[in-house]
């Protein structure tokens, strides 16, 4: 399975779902691929917001190793789904899609619910790794029971 996280600038949430996943597919053994991007071209090149770097640290995750990127059409070819973080995020992830199943591919992390950004508050980064947390856990579980 090859799993792509994304976010509008790829160094807040997508890069704290990304850390998160590959730490919960290495503890089940898994062999899946995970990656994150962004829709925005903001910050390609970047390391994640010190802050999505403190949180996931608090919790055993390492991503200061990670690397922002834009997504693009060929992340559709390259991955087998494609989580967004909030409705506008998947408004322009589907946009980008080429045809019905780039479409299928693509659905928010949480099902209906959105992630928040928190890059203008501090005190949004401890909840919003809870809810990636969760939503990670859910889409493995759920893989699982295939």
Not at 78 to 85: P, S
Not at 136 to 143: N, V
């Amino acid at each position: 399975m090859k799993v792509l996280m994304v976010c509008l600038g790829n160094i807040c949430r997508s890069p704290l779902a990304h850390g998160i996943m590959e730490n919960l597919v290495r503890e089940k053994g898994l062999d899946w691929q995970v990656d994150s991007a962004g829709t925005s071209s903001w910050h390609i090149g970047a390391a994640p917001d010190r802050r999505s770097v403190a949180v996931a640290k608090r919790y055993g995750v390492d991503i200061s190793q990670q690397c922002c990127r834009q997504i693009s059409s060929a992340d559709f070819d390259a991955f087998d789904r494609i989580y967004v973080m909030d409705r506008m995020n998947l408004r322009d992830v589907l946009a980008l899609a080429r045809n019905d199943e780039d479409r299928q591919k693509v659905q928010l992390l949480l099902n209906t619910e959105v992630v928040p950004d928190p890059y203008y508050n501090d005190e949004e980064f401890e909840p919003v790794y809870q809810m990636v947390l969760a939503g990670c856990r859910k889409i493995i579980d759920q893989e699982l029971q295939k």
